[in-house]
Structures are given as C-alpha cells and as structure tokens.
C-alpha cells in the first residue's frame, strides 16, 4: 500500500513540473498579414513569461495586451474584441482599480524595427480551464499597439491603433 501511496505521490509531482513548463509560440502579423514575428508564452509557477522575437515594427515604445477574442481580421484588428479582463478591473497596470488581466505592458522597437524581450504577466495562466487562461471561452489575441501604455487610462490606456495581432487558441 505505501509503494501504491509513493507512486502517485510522484507521479503526481512530476504532472505538476510538467504542467508548469508548458508554453506556446504564436505568430504575429500586421494588418496586411505580413509576419511580425513570435511570442511564447510559457507557464511557470505563479505567472507566464512571454518572450518576443519580433520585427518590422516602428521604433518607439509599443503596448502589448491580450484581447478577448482569438480573431486577427480586418485592418484595424477590431475582430480581437476588447481587453481580456475576467475579473472586471479597470484597466492599468499602475492603477489602483487594475489591472485587467491582459495588460501586459509596453516593451521597445530598436532603431532597426527589432525587438527581442521577455514580459511577465501575472495575470493570465496557460491553464486550459481558469477563468484567466488564455484559452478561455475559445481563446485571445495578442495585440501589438502603435503607441506605448499609458499604465492608468480606461479603458485602454491611450495606446493608439492596433498593429499586430496573433489568435492564441487550444
């Protein structure tokens, strides 16, 4: 009985370490479809870690949030719906009422059109059945915005146009 007891212990350990490295690598395309390049989101132990390889962007600060609707279509991206926010925040990563659970910052565009960078975002799971999982009702976008967060406006935080988008679905 205790090797039986000892086995699932383990095997049950060992689901969670699994679980805890799980990710996805998504593509980003502008608004003609061209690439944009990836993101990859991976699950660690009380956030995900989102890490861009991307290029052909204006240099500048960009604001990055999820959307609540896995649908990149249409010039200006409208098909991705509003901010993911499951848990009805104001939107903001510095506001005190926030932050909706796809705020997830800005991040720079180099001189050259370039940026590689890693985010973290605590407000979203790669778990397939939390309220703030990215796959949630079907899945998110990833949306890449013209301008930078202003970290405290609802509902959007003065971003601009959305230039770049990625469905993220099961």
Not at 28 to 53: C, H, M, N, P, R
Not at 97 to 108: I, S, Y
Not at 114 to 123: C, V
Not at 151 to 169: H, L, N, Q, S, Y
């Amino acid at each position: 009985m205790k090797k039986v007891f000892a086995a699932a212990v383990l095997s049950t350990g060992f689901a969670c370490v699994a679980y805890a490295q799980q990710s996805i690598t998504v593509e980003l395309a502008d608004t003609e479809t061209a690439s944009l390049g990836t993101a990859t989101f991976t699950q660690g132990a009380k956030d995900v870690t989102i890490v861009l390889d991307l290029k052909g962007l204006t240099p500048g600060e960009h604001a990055l949030h999820l959307h609540t609707t896995p649908e990149c279509t249409g010039w200006t991206l409208a098909s991705a719906g509003q901010h993911f926010n499951p848990t009805n925040k104001a939107h903001g990563l510095k506001n005190p009422e926030g932050p909706h659970a796809g705020d997830l910052g800005n991040f720079t565009v180099a001189a050259n059109g370039t940026a590689k960078t890693t985010l973290t975002a605590t407000g979203i799971t790669l778990a397939p059945d939390a309220p703030n999982s990215v796959f949630a009702k079907g899945g998110t976008a990833l949306i890449i915005h013209e301008g930078k967060d202003d970290m405290m406006t609802d509902p959007e935080g003065g971003v601009g146009e959305r230039i770049g988008c990625a469905a993220i679905k099961k």
